[in-house]
């Protein structure tokens, strides 16, 4: 439930924030929440098979959204920076 909550979210204010967005940065941020999306079904699979607990899992995807935040911050840089 949370992580439909969370991607519904990100749905809503990925849509809301694309208008402004150059191309550069909206591929940019679409292959960062691409491998965020990757991350998260390896970690959720190493779980479901018992290969780590839930807390290293949980501590896993805290690490990979920040990652994915990151990645996208790099990218909101990438319009920043760019005169208009």
Do not use: F, R, W, Y
Not at 7 to 15: D, Q, Y
Not at 18 to 38: F, K, L
Not at 64 to 81: H, V, Y
């Amino acid at each position: 439930m949370k992580k439909l909550v969370a991607m519904a979210s990100a749905a809503v204010l990925g849509l809301g924030v694309a208008a402004c967005d150059s191309p550069a940065e909206n591929t940019a941020e679409e292959q960062a929440e691409a491998m965020g999306d990757a991350q998260e079904q390896a970690i959720d699979t190493a779980e479901d098979a018992g290969q780590i607990t839930d807390a290293e899992a949980d501590a896993a995807l805290e690490a990979s959204e920040a990652q994915e935040d990151a990645a996208e911050d790099a990218a909101d840089e990438m319009d920043a920076n760019t005169p208009q």
